[in-house]
């Protein structure tokens, strides 16, 4: 099992920064992938960012490339997502997911899909203000 916690959501203006943190805990082993997600009331949960551990291999979804950072502490056993130049339609519930590795290779909508992560946070509101 692994025991994923997100912090640093919260509300802010247009054009200012957050950063997200989602500790970890659990083996290793089922957190190859890690990534970060987010839904509106109403639609589908899309992914935002992913990092493949071993590679430092980053994706990102178009609507936040340029925008958002995602990185991580490993000795920290901790995830973040530095948000910049928000936008109202970033409002969302972010939520940190971890994932086992795969067999096959993996394309950039397949890091960002949900079906590769088995473990998921609680959540965080992120609200940005125009």
């Known amino acids: 099992q692994v025991q994923l916690v997100e912090s640093g959501g919260g509300s802010v203006q247009a054009g200012g920064s957050l950063r997200l943190s989602c500790a970890a805990s659990?083996?290793?082993?089922?957190?190859?992938?890690m990534g970060w997600f987010r839904q509106v009331p109403g639609k589908e949960r899309e992914g935002v960012a992913a990092?493949?551990?071993?590679?430092?291999?980053?994706y990102y979804a178009d609507s936040v490339k340029g925008r958002f950072t995602i990185s991580q502490d490993s000795a920290k056993n901790t995830l973040y997502l530095q948000m910049n130049s928000l936008k109202p339609e970033d409002t969302a519930m972010y939520y940190c997911a971890a994932g086992p590795p795969s067999s096959r290779r993996i394309t950039d909508s397949q890091a960002l899909g949900e079906t590769l992560y088995k473990f998921w946070g609680q959540g965080i509101q992120v609200t940005v203000s125009s």
């Open positions: 990092l493949y551990v071993p590679s430092g291999t980053t």
């Open positions: 659990g083996p290793a082993y089922y957190s190859v992938f």
